[in-house]
C-alpha cells in the first residue's frame, strides 16, 4: 500500500523560500510519476511540477516554472519541492501525489489521473 508524507509547509515572508518533502513509501516507483499540486481555498486542484522516477525528468506548471524545483532522493524515496520567490498568490495546501504512467488516460498534469495522494502540508506566503 503507498504512503505519502508531506511536510516542511509553513508561513513564509514574499520573496522568500521553502522547501517541502514528500517521503514515499510502499512501491518500487520505477514508471511512476511523482507529482506536486496544490490547492487555494475555493479552487480547483492545480497542477505544480512532476519528477518521473526513472529519468528524473522534471515538468512544471506554468504558473510555477522558473520559481520551484522539483528533485527526488531515490535512497530515501523521498521527493522535494524547492519553493523560491514566493508570492502570496502560492499560499495553498500543497499535495504530493503518485501514479504509474501506465495509468494515465488524459495525462499528468490532471489531478483526476491520481488515486494515490499525502495529507497535504499548508503553505502560507505573507505580503
Known amino acids: 500500500q503507498v504512503r505519502l508524507v508531506e511536510s516542511g509547509g509553513g508561513l513564509v515572508q514574499a520573496g522568500g523560500s521553502l522547501r517541502l518533502s514528500c517521503a514515499a513509501s510502499?512501491?518500487?516507483?520505477?514508471?511512476?510519476?511523482m507529482s506536486w499540486f496544490r490547492q487555494a481555498p475555493g479552487k480547483e486542484r492545480e497542477f505544480v511540477a512532476t519528477i518521473t522516477w526513472s529519468r528524473g525528468s522534471t515538468y512544471y506548471g506554468d504558473s510555477v516554472a522558473g520559481r520551484f524545483t522539483i528533485s527526488k532522493d531515490n535512497a530515501k524515496n523521498t521527493v522535494y519541492l524547492r519553493m523560491s520567490s514566493l508570492k502570496p498568490e502560492d499560499t495553498a495546501v500543497y499535495y504530493c501525489?503518485?501514479?504509474?504512467?501506465?495509468?494515465?488516460?488524459?495525462?499528468?498534469?490532471?489531478?483526476?489521473?491520481?488515486?494515490?495522494w499525502g495529507q497535504g502540508t499548508q503553505v502560507t506566503v505573507s505580503s
Open positions: 501525489a503518485v501514479a504509474s504512467f501506465g495509468t494515465f488516460t488524459r495525462g499528468f498534469r490532471r489531478h483526476s489521473e491520481y488515486d494515490q
Open positions: 510502499g512501491s518500487s516507483f520505477s514508471g511512476y510519476a
